[in-house]
């Protein structure tokens, strides 16, 4: 089966958001480098997927839209948690409070699946909280495909701007989250469409990179230290437009960054990867720390250090070879993948 070459930096600038989003779920970095890494890390990831739409999926019926989007990001959001409530079923009951997890039914959890956002408001944070960015691509990704059959250039835009502003106030307004975080979606499309839009930019020279990261770098950083903690999952933004324009400073730096690194094989691996990476490396965290605690004897707070938070993400990462190498080989339709006939191979 033919595949479109890779672009390198895409595969850069997806592997250092993965890298970032593995360790800032770590619980051994400063306040003030987990206030950067989530600045900007999961609007990097809505960036990428709105660069990486093709237009032929745009102009497909909406049906056939559907069914892809179904493929590559429910499926994978059903199988994950599938086996997010298998790991649960078989550890929950030696943590070291499993008292809080007294009177949970299966239904309980169930309804934090069908619900689909990842708050502490619903359950399925406790069956694997990363699992609300499946429900929310795909949310943004419908979002986008009805604007734009509908609304171009300077509409568009404004259409991205009141989405963008109406969506995080929903939850203040209805006085809960909606599912499927067809809130947060609103801010998610922002950066969504900004990266179907990007697809039309020039790339300026390495030089000009540079000068601008120079720049952009004291800028993203003094956003960070005013705005504080923002946590997309969660809805927390602290200054709206501040964290907009931190994410938009972070997302170039991280693109203007991509731009330098040479193209390599471990990029181009966990660009490729970060289906499998993203939704299981909190799963393989919680194992690790049980090895620690139950089996090395070790106090619960060995992991917070940064030592720890290396570690761990290494650790994970490493993990993450086998369970990818499986998942293709043979249940590909996990991670959205088609199964393809040797004839198609």
Known sequence: MKTE???AWIDHAKALGII???IGHTTGLPVFVMNLIYSFHMPLFFFLSGYLLKESHLQMPFTSFLKRMWRTLLVPYICFWILSYLYWLATHELVRDPSKYAGLTFW????GFAHGTGDLEHTLWIINVDLWFFTCLFITA???YLLQRWAHGKLL?????????????LPGLLGKRLPWNIDLAGAAVVFYGLGQIAKGWHIPSRTTL????ALALPVWIGIAWLNGRVDMNTMQFGWLWLFYLGAAVGIFLAVAGAQFLPENQLTRWLAQNTIVIFPLHQLMFS???GIGVLLLKL????KASLAASLVYTLLALACSIPAAYLLRRFAPFVIGERILNRSQE
């Open 20 to 22: 970032f989003v593995v």
């Open 157 to 169: 835009l404004l259409c991205l701007v009141i989405l963008g502003i109406v969506g995080p106030l």
């Open 299 to 302: 106090p619960a707070t060995f």
């Open 5 to 7: 070459p890779r672009i």
């Open 108 to 111: 309980d959890l169930l309804g």
């Open 210 to 213: 540079g000068w601008a990261m």
């Open 142 to 144: 419908v979002y986008y």
């Open 287 to 289: 194992f690790f720390t």
